[in-house]
């Protein structure tokens, strides 16, 4: 989700509930002899709200689990996921005194940090990547069909440069058809580079997996290939093209998602120990 | 042969349709975490459950002096028959603190807590806010009479009105005549040549290996009498304050009480009645051995053209000692004791009477101070008007400002808080605790 204009309200809101938040706590602060506690009124009023930011954030994955329920455009979930998570951060401080306190208070409260870290850095993910995938990635796929495609790309590879050079048999050179002068280069180069490179996707191909660099192999190789077999080198070209997109799309699709293993397992630990949290600060 | 042109709708073609109902290992990782988080969470509050120990809901690290409390949570936290809830109350502190009140017209007694917040950490729990004893005493009102404290103290910088002792009108109230300014000349007459004394030759705190230089050899440090109003018991009174000033300690090397040339020894520094006694015996004592001294010449000065006529008169032993116990009872009041002893005589009284001393032991009565922990300075840093001083009603304290100049708060200054010199309870009225507590307390128990 981009963060824009019509995040304004919402930003609002939390600055102003923040600025209240803050100067009530300053004041309390200031007038309690003892210096601030959670456990008083106005600090168990800071950890409730805190604590129902973090649930109505958290309640964003039930919220997906139902889309077809009418609760409210998505969007508007997903703003206040962002934004009353984000100042659930303070008002936990507030109510913790800006203390770490005791193992359950001091895993709560690195939970808490770390999950608002990683929201801020997913929300930043979310802004600025999709754009940046839009130009960078003209040939983005779903992500989860990724292999698949690939799979595609290496078959239509692989039936273009056997149409030239014949049977190659990539699992069993030794039945190989042995190409003509012609396609020699074509086949030797497809049999070393090229189909390595689009079969395994952690294949290391620091020539085919530049554009620039790439471009400039094809473009010899063309020079030593008849021009009847110009057309496949350049589909072979943009077939290590789209790899390359595929393998950015991949790369770029694991820092968009990724920070979601850390932000939401971490969620979900962090709003069950805060329930015991809850329970157990009634009894002390 | 040129490679099909991608459209939308081969591109479509490219994909499974039914790829959603199988999820991708990425969003498969996702949910086992999901899943494996909040399980080890839950199995961590489990395994502190079955052991029934409840310190990873604590909140946070004991103070220093409870620490060894630290895995006996019951011990504060009494939880009452049928009730869930087990908060700390003052009930818990009063079973090992008896901690005095502050004062009887105190408008409201704080929670223990209030002041001394536990759970924070290592820090001294009689390490208070300021705000603490300013919620009152920055508009002190009593639930009795009016007090005669003053009653808008916010702060010790800027906030605080001068020491008691040295508001207009106080002087010291002690009678012994004492100059400071001539006992700190240089070259003064020791009792084995010129001296140059330092205050610390009068004015120490109590130490064993303490020797003091212009003492008798018999003189040990007396235990410090102290109104101990206001002193914590974690304090070594002895050591903060200074040891008595007396004769034996500090005066009698120099200023010997001789009353007659017969002997060497000195009058005892006593009571009148005890110096009598002992001149008496000294006298009497001494003439069974001296039997002519019972031949006492008169002279007749009526006549100063003449030669002198002398008088013969032999007296009784007795009447020897009266008259020696009278002269040397003359040089004493007249001249040794009166030199530092305001004395007043009364017609037909046997002797004079001695005012008290009155040596003012502690000035400030409702803190604390500690010479010890101020003993790197030079001591006329603080008093300097002791190199001048030639009264005895001089108030040699320093003044509020000199304190100012170390204890002026930030974190580069000395300690300025109330807590610093003032303690709330009145451990003059502290009782007894009896210790309940085995050895094996730092074990668990919840």
Known sequence: MRIDRTHRAWLIASLIIFGVATAIYVVYAASSPAGPSGGSAIGLAFGIAGSLCMIFAGLLAARKKVPVWRLGRAQTWMRGHLWLGLLSLPLILFHGEFRFGGPLTSVLMVLLIVVVVSGIFGAALQHYMPPVMTTRIPMETIFEQIDRVRAQLLAEADEMVESACGPLNFQDTATATIATTDTLPLCNFYRR????????????????????????????????????????????????????????????????????????????????LGCAHAIMALRY | MARAKLTTKKLAQRIDLGYFKHPHPFRRLRFILSVALP????????????????????????????????????????????????????????????????????????????????????????????????????????????????????RFNGGHPEFAALRPGSVDPGTIKL?????????????????????????????????????????????????????????????????????????????????????????????????????????????????????????????????????VRVLTEQQWVMLRVAESEELLYR????????????????????????????????????????????CVECHSGALTSQETADVLLPGIQTCEKCHRGGREAAESRCFECHTYHDWNREKGVKGSFPLSASSRDN
């Open chain 1, 193 to 272: 580079d090229v189909r390595p490179f689009l079969h395994r996707s952690r294949a290391q191909n620091p020539a085919l997996s530049n554009r620039v660099k790439a471009a400039g192999i094809f473009e010899g190789l063309r020079t030593l290939l008849p021009a009847t077999l110009h057309d496949i080198v350049k589909n072979l070209e943009d077939i290590c093209e789209e790899e390359r997109q595929l393998r950015r799309q991949t790369r770029y699709h694991h820092w968009l998602h990724g920070w979601l293993m850390l932000h939401v397992p971490l969620s979900l630990a962090l709003l069950l």
């Open chain 2, 39 to 154: 399980v080890i969470a839950l199995l961590w509050l489990g395994w502190y459950a079955l052991a029934r120990n409840d310190r990873i809901y604590s909140g946070g690290r004991m103070s220093a002096s409870h620490a060894v409390l630290s895995a006996r949570c019951s011990t504060c936290h009494v939880a009452q028959a049928g009730a869930f809830s087990a908060r700390a109350s003052d009930q818990g502190c009063d079973t090992c603190h008896d901690a005095p009140v502050h004062h009887a017209n105190q408008m409201f007694t704080p929670t223990c807590a209030a002041c001394h917040t536990e759970h924070r950490g290592h820090p001294r729990l009689a390490v208070t806010a300021d705000i603490s004893c300013t919620e009152c005493h920055a508009n002190l009102h009593t639930s009795g009479a009016a007090t005669h404290f003053v009653s808008d103290i916010t």
């Open chain 2, 179 to 311: 100059n400071h300014a001539i006992h700190l000349k240089h070259n003064l007459r020791g009792p084995n040549g010129p001296v140059q004394l330092d205050c610390d030759d009068c004015h120490r705190t109590v130490r064993p290996e303490s020797r003091w230089r212009f003492g008798s050899s018999d003189a040990h440090d007396q235990p410090v009498n102290l109104n101990l109003r206001a002193i914590p018991p974690s304090m070594d009174a002895g050591r903060a304050y200074m040891s008595p000033v007396t004769y034996a300690k500090h005066c009698a090397a120099c200023h010997g009480l001789q009353f007659d040339p017969r002997f060497q020894e000195g009058a005892p520094h006593d009571t009148p009645e005890v110096i009598r006694a002992f001149l008496v015996q000294k006298f009497q004592q001494y003439i069974p051995g001296h039997p002519a001294e019972l031949r006492v010449t008169d002279l007749n000065r009526n006549l100063p053209q003449q030669p002198i006529p002398s008088a």
């Open chain 2, 335 to 378: 001249k040794t004791c009166a030199q530092c002893h305001a004395l007043l005589f009364v017609a037909n009284a046997p002797w004079p009477i001695v005012a008290k001393s009155d040596i003012t032991q502690r000035w400030f009565q409702h803190a604390v101070f500690n010479h010890d922990t101020h003993k790197l300075l030079k």
